[in-house]
């Protein structure tokens, strides 16, 4: 389970409330409050469906018996880069399961996790719709087709180039924030 970072709580207890004010608190709408809660999140944290239970009244066990029963509740925060492997009958005649194995092992989480430091989340999906292209992979809505475990060491060398990228404009950022006051 990943750490909630700084200002998270705040903002989930904010929202689960928000959430919870806008909706009758029945058991019937146990469903559409967590949709809700996700959308509003991106993904449904454990004190969120803790404090919805305590909300609506209900044991905490029906709400994550839920979450977790229908594979639309997302449990892990989307990491800044998605990576959705292909897992339908194409892609995983192909070698769709060994791309999903090379992205885990670079990216050093398995399937349905976000990385600590939400750089990266990996998921597999049933069916992308380009079976010609199969394995397939979608890395932020990209698709990217024969994906071998070739191609994901490509893909993982771009996505870490961006995340050094990232690293340089805030730290030049904060270089250049601190003259312009000096």
Known sequence: MLQLMEGEKEEILACVKEVLGENSKTHENLIPILQQVQKRLGYLPTLAMEKIAEGLDVPA????????????????????????????????????????????????IKESETSPDRHYSLDRVACVGCCSLAPVVVVDDQVEGKATPTRVDGIMLELEADREGSAEEESGSEEGGNSEQD
């Open 61 to 108: 066990a029906d709400v994550f018996g839920l979450a977790t029963f229908y594979n639309q509740f997302r449990l892990n925060p989307p990491g800044k880069h998605e990576v959705k492997v292909c897992l339908g009958t194409a892609c995983y005649m192909t070698g769709g399961d060994i791309t999903l194995e090379s992205f885990e092992r670079r990216m050093e």
